[in-house]
């Protein structure tokens, strides 16, 4: 299959294809390794320069696979070898704006993979009895943060994996600095590499027919003599494809600078047709009177847009960052200078994304797995947090883009983007600059005023500068920003230039990214993780913030080994001289001994932990009979309920709620493995709802609304706020101290250490 076919096409009678309009010896590789024929290669790895018509060329192949487009498409004029059989549609999983995780984890849904770790969706498709057909487009544009590097990694982490699974029939759109490496991985004969600049794959008469047709006036240009006229008209497209040296993005600029301005174009000029993507923008800012510089300052902003595209009414304040000056007048007066190379973003509806389409869109959104995880750990299943608080539906307009009324544009190609970074002295410079510009543009410093696009990217502009660590002390930010894009960023930063607050964050990012809370949830679970890293200044931040949070996170202990937890309560002076951190309980963080108080003194809240005997501090649960070598490894700590702080007291005197308190409690607990619910008896509205990445072992709701939860990591009490009674007699109130500035690690807890893997019935109470 060689560039020939593209003769004998054309000498047979054959119609081009009306999308691709050429490439005839690509197409038929392509339709030779769609029906399997004997000799094609079991993968083929598409490549090619930015712009040489690579997703262009996909698109065709896949309209030609797809009933729907099959219809419409004039299938008896086509050359036969190029139009596959009618096939079950090949699954076309959209890697643009994913992780490598997300992409992956969508593969495993569209074949109903059972699979739980990266490494068995690889296993489990090897054992499949009939062979798989997965078309993967558009890899260059894969990851939420394009610093980040998210292409490499979807071919080392699933292309390669999957093109190594010979079940798995494979065609990988990718760039070219990383094709050798997929196909290179695999077996003489099971992989082709398709290079479009490659002279055996190049069709400069297919540019021509592009030239030509853009060139038509009923396509949309202008009725000038060098359109209208065929002659002129095919002699014009000739010398621009010819110039452009087979870069089919030149050519399409090229046509669209002379619809925009036709004024100052002579087609018998040489040296007005361009050779490259960059010749284009000089040479329209020249025909237009402008400085080329100008222009590349006007399109830098967008340049560097992350997500779908930038906010118009953001483009006015980074160009100026980024030129040094007011740019005000530039913009107004320049629409026709940047016109050939911005387009709107289309408003859409945000929809599950399905494998099988063949558009060209970013296909974020719902669907996705856990949102930034990497390699073979354990699956991160999507469980919505749809009930107290809950849900995809974000209040903050975290993830937010064409669909929430505003305009975005970007640049019509991301050609156009790099050659634009490349022609910048200092690219890091002028991330800096415009990093410095998102932040004067929230208003009062005010996260939940920020455009949604400053919260959601902020993150990958400073990254980009080198900057992103000391960004990442503010816990505001990190609630109310998209966590994929977040997540994203803070995993490009080395672990070592990270600070407590940011360690913290991306410990909490897969909960955020797999629960998709809103921005009052996302707060919630960080509130909590702060609390149980020892950063309480961040986690009182958060009460001051705006955020409606369904708890207060009280105190949290890293004990291993807890099989269960309940609540109870303590005489006011206990017999067994109960102190709060007394030298019995490890770990106690209490101001001191329990003053005495008059024997009608309400009984003091405390909450009990069932752990293996032998854990410090712990007294053995004694037997039926008071045989404490009875008790079977059971034993008891005892902390207070409502602040920090081991309580050296007998097991024995802890009393459960009576059953009136416990009826006359305002809320209700139930729970599975990993998610739980607290709910208002008088409504039985979900009031709160808790996410774990790790199972609970334990959890109990004193009647004053105090939720005691044991998982792997530890045990942690928190204050439900929602509909709350009364504060109780003996609860602190946190004072919220101003928010530190640095990020050095707050010393750790002295919590116990008992012997792993110990793990006892679930919801186990004594």
Known sequence: MSASGEGNAAAAGYAPHPYVGGRTAALRALAAWRMRWPGAPRVIVLTGNPGSGRSRLVTGFLMLCDRGHRKRLPLDDLDPATVPPDLPEPAVPIPAGRTAAQLLWLISDHFGLSADRDDDIFTELAAREEPVTLVVPDVDRAGPVRAANEPARVVRDVLKPLAATKTVHLLAEVPRELAA??????????????????????????????????????????????????????????????????????????????????????????????????????????????????????????????????????????????????????????????????????????????????????????????????????????????????????????????????????????????????????????????????????????????????????????????????????PGLFAHADPVTMRAAVEAVPLEQLGAPARTYLRTAPLLTRSEAPADLRAAFLESAFVEDGLAAYADALHTLGFTLPWRTLWSVPLVGVRAVTTGSLPAQGGDGATAGAAGGPGGSGAGPVPASPAAAPRRPVAAFLVPEGTPGARTVPGPDGDASAAGGRALLVHDLLRPGYVDADPAQVQPPSAQAQEEAPFGLSRDADYLRVWARADEEVVAALLSDTPFTGADLSP???????????????????????????????????????????????????????????????
Request: avoid cysteine.
């Open 181 to 474: 490496e997929l196909a290179g991985a695999l077996p003489p004969g099971q992989a082709q590499i398709i290079d479009l600049d490659a002279p055996e794959w190049a069709d400069p008469k297919g540019l021509v027919r592009q030239a030509e047709t853009a060139l038509t006036p009923g396509a949309g240009a202008p009725e000038l003599p060098y359109t209208t006229d065929p002659s002129a008209r095919r002699a014009l497209a000739e010398a621009l494809a010819g110039r452009a040296d087979g870069n089919r993005l030149t050519v399409q600029l090229a046509v669209r600078s002379l619809i925009v301005r036709p004024e100052g174009f002579d087609p018998a000029d040489a040296s007005l047709l361009p050779g490259s993507v960059g010749e284009v923008l000089d040479l329209h800012a020249r025909r237009l009177g402008a400085d080329p510089r100008t222009l590349r300052l006007m399109l830098a902003p967008l340049a560097f847009a992350e997500g779908e595209g930038l906010p118009v009414q953001l483009w006015g304040a980074l160009a100026s960052a980024v030129a040094g000056r007011d740019m005000s007048r530039d913009l107004a007066d320049g629409m026709l200078l940047a016109a050939p190379f911005v387009e709107p973003v289309e408003p859409v509806e945000p929809v599950e994304p399905s494998l099988g389409s063949t558009d060209d869109g970013n296909g974020e959104g719902g669907g996705d797995r856990d949102g930034n995880g990497k390699g073979g750990g354990n699956r991160e299943r999507d469980t919505t947090a749809d009930e107290g608080g809950g849900g995809s539906g974000d209040s903050s307009g975290a993830g937010s883009g064409a669909g929430d009324g505003r305009t975005l544009l970007r640049l019509m190609h991301p050609a156009i983007a790099e050659e634009i970074r490349s022609g910048l002295p200092d690219i890091r410079d002028a991330q800096t600059k415009i990093a410095m510009a998102l932040l004067e543009a929230v208003p009062q410093q005010d996260w939940a005023q920020a455009d949604p696009y400053i919260r959601d990217h902020l993150a990958a502009h400073t990254l980009d500068a080198g900057l992103l660590p000391q960004l990442l002390t503010d």
């Open 704 to 766: 004053e609304g105090v939720l005691v939860v044991a998982t792997a990591r530890g045990v942690t009490a928190r204050q439900i706020l929602a509909a709350a009674p009364a504060p109780l007699p003996s609860a602190p109130v946190p004072s919220v101290p101003a928010q530190r500035t640095g990020t050095a690690d707050s010393a750790s807890s002295g919590g116990l250490n008992g012997p792993e893997g110990l793990e006892g019935p679930e919801g186990d109470h004594f």
